[in-house]
Each structure stands twice: as structure tokens, then as C-alpha cells.
């Protein structure tokens, strides 16, 4: 598979994680923010792009979602999903009693909160640019000092892992969409993402909205709701659906919810990702 | 009215504004984290706790919301909405050409983006704990700099407002709700807050729920999906419905809603604040 993937680097995020998960063969190429990810397949330097869109503890990754509604034109042809397992990781000549920073990316750092407070409770938490790039803020320290990181992290730049999993719920997982210029065909277990708006708050009018899938038995997999970013209190839809688009039942209740609806887009029908255990 | 009312600090923030909206009369108490803002309510160290709940170009405030379905036994009493307005501050003496730094909360550096790149193109950008402190960064820097912040910090630290109204997308505003250990009374123009999850994925679980509204003409104002925290694609989901938990329709429709329901909590009933223009 010899396209070109791009995902949030730096080498040994999650995101990389995911882009080997999905594409093993592609080139994988690295960029340093989620809207740069983006603009990389939006403008045809890449092929493909890889971006978090959801986690089991933090729930939507908005900012992504916001890019899909207001901006690119991309479909997602693709899911992911990626278990998330932090590493305590440390230089080999540094005394984890001695250590007073940690380096990681907020997120990592509020996700082993509880590790941190029992078995570091006097460290300085310091924010990196990305869990990866913690490891690199580690090793400049003036202090002795510590980095919270991916297996794969510590692999890639050789360094020492203390512990492992001392993330404070088990069960973190986040999934990923891969963007492209068209959608995925059809396989049979898909799943299709789409979203919409009213041009007036009537009510009821979300729930009839509903009605075109349940009518038909189409299966609502998730609902969330966005700001329209006009007014306080008015929303842009998204809805996960399973089935492909190209399904004669699918096909027949998102015509139904396009009649209805004043914006309507669909994001994409892909392949639906095999739950991890 | 002499209540205690906490609220995320310092002194001039937006949260205080709400404060003040909500509650002139009381004591106003600032706190350092939204955590501990409600843990003071929680404690019983305050009568009353004001938290931002949403905002008009970033949705929900997840971070308050799962406190309220996850942690606190506090229910919602009161809302109100603050529109957000940025102004440039500076030192007297600096002029805005010699700007090298600008320091502010990261989401109002975000919604001046367009602004920023356009006046202070090589300004860098560094991170304050809130708007408000972002005066002090700016007063301890070494190099030139500017502030972002509202008018109310402006004058609440007598700083010098160099342009108001710099954020790039008009109409930003924030919902805060007031928490107490009781909700609010029926007024006849009230909203109630629900959240509740289901122990199984029924296809058209969700939609038949909704049905307990719409068949009693209930209108949903708010639909939102949260992870439900223990694994990825299971949700909690908060509505807000118009009406008093008190009102004779609303309470069968929320009855309705529980016998469908796993876990079903009311957050609270309480008077809907007037839209802003």
C-alpha cells in the first residue's frame, strides 16, 4: 500500500500508533497539529490522514469534529482504535525518589493523576507538546527528572521504562478516522457518520429527525450535539449510524433526514473497527 | 442576600462576572480549579458554587458537566450567561509595535487568533492560568508585552486597555449554572437538567426514550452524549428539557424516562436565564 499518511507527530504518538494499526505498508509522515494533519490530505500532499476523534474516558475530540463540520471536505474512509497504556519512564541514572519534574502531555498527566500523587507526590508536573516529545523535555531537565510516555515512545528513542500502565482507569482507549477525498466501499459491517442542523427550533423536530432511522431500523450507534458557533444554544447534529451508505435502507432514512434537516452532510461510511478487549 | 458563593478565581474573570450576575448581594469567594469550586460547595465551606457549563463556540464544558453525573450530589440552581468580550492590554509605557509577548488563558488566545496574527504578527504566545492572571504574567515580564483579558480585570487591576473587542468571532458567550445542595423553585419558566444511561444497546433504545418527551410534547432544548467511562461507544447522555420537574407533564415524562433508564439522576429544575443579544 504505497500511499502517503499523515498523523500528529512527533514519532511514538498514539496517533503513529494508530497510522501503523491502519496502514502498515504507507509512508507515514508526521505533522505537528491536528489542523495541520488536516490541510496536509485537504491539499493533496498526502494521500490519507489520521486523527483522533474520540475517547473512552475524554469523549469527543471536538476539535476534530469542529474541523469535519466547518471546514474540510475530507470523508472519513476508515476507523481505528487504539488502546492507550502510559509508561513511568526515567533516565537510567536517575533514583525515582530523587525525581522533582514529570514531563507529558496534559492529558497523560490528569490520566495517571493518581499514580502521580501516590508514588510522586512532591514532582512538579510540567506540560509537554505531545507524550512523545515529553521524552526530549526529560532529557534537557536541569532537575532529576522523569517523562509519562507510550511503550512505543520509549522504544523509538531508546529509553528506560520504570512502569508500566500507570494510567488510573484501565480501559482508555481512543479511536481514530482516517480522511481522504472519498469514502470507503461498502464491506457489509460499516458504519457511516453524519451530521446536520435546523433552520428553526421547532419542537419535536429532533426527535421526528430520529424517526426516519427508527422507522427503518436503522441502528443510531452514537448522538452528540455542537455548537452551530452563531448562537448560544443552537446545535449542529452528529450521528453514527450502522450501515453503509450505499445500503437501500440506509440510503432511504438519511434521504429522510436530509428533508428534514437545513445543513446536511455525510462524513463518511467506513469499515467499522473491531472492539478492542 | 447574604450567601457564600464560590467561583473560579481570581478576581476578574468571567466566572466572576457571572458571579456578580448571578448573586450581587453575596460573598464571593474565589477558588483556584473548577474542582475545587465545587468541592467547596459539596463541603458546605460556601452556600452556593457558579461553574461555566457551556459555551457558544466550544460546547459544553465537559469537564464540569461529568463532575455533576460522576462526582457531586449538587444540583443545579440558577443559570446565566456572560458574553465573552477580549480586550488587548498593555503597560503604559509599551508601545504595541514592541509587543513580544503576549500572555493569556490559551482559549481566549485562540478566539483572538485572526486579530493577533494580524497585529502582533511576532508576538509569541504564552499561557496564563486565566485571563485575569494574564495581567500579572504581563506585568512581570521582561520582555514588552500585552495581555488578553476582559474590561472587568482591566479595571478590577487598573490596567491600560489598548483595543476592546478583539475576539474573532462575534456572539461568544458562556453559560455558567449556579450548584447547590438544592435545586430551584417552579417559576413557569424554568429548564430541568437530566442525565441517564442504559445497561444494554438495544437498537432504538435511545429514541423510544425520547418518545417519553415528544408524546407529551416536552421539549428537548439540549441533547449531549458523555462517555459513560468504563468503555469506548457507551454514553451517559444529558438533556435539558423546557418545564419544572414539578410540573405535572414533565414529571410523568421524566418517570417515563427512568423506567426506560439504567442510571437516571435529575441534575435540576431551575429558572432559565433570558438569551442575550
Redesign the interface.
Known sequence: MGIRLAYLGPPGTYSEEAAVDYAPEAAHVAYSSIPAVVRSADEGEVDEAIVPI??????TV?FTVDLLIHQSKLKIKGEV?VAIHHCLLAQPDTRIEDVRVVYSHPQAIAQCRSYLSRQLPDAEHVASLSTASAIEDMRKSRHPAAAISSRRAADILDANIVESNIED?S?N?T?FVALAAKDGRRTGYDRTSICFDFSEDA??I???T??E??SR?V?????????D?????R?VFLIDVEGHRDDAVVRDALAGVEARASMFKILGSYPRAE??E
Chains 1, 2 share one sequence.
Do not use: H
Open positions: 474520540e475517547n473512552s474516558l475524554e469523549g471536538t482504535v482507569v480501559n482507549q479511536r419542537p419535536g429532533l426527535y421526528d430520529l424517526g432511522l427508527a431500523s441502528n443510531m450507534i452514537k448522538i452528540e450535539s455542537r455548537p458557533r452563531r448562537s448560544l444554544g446545535y472492539a478492542l
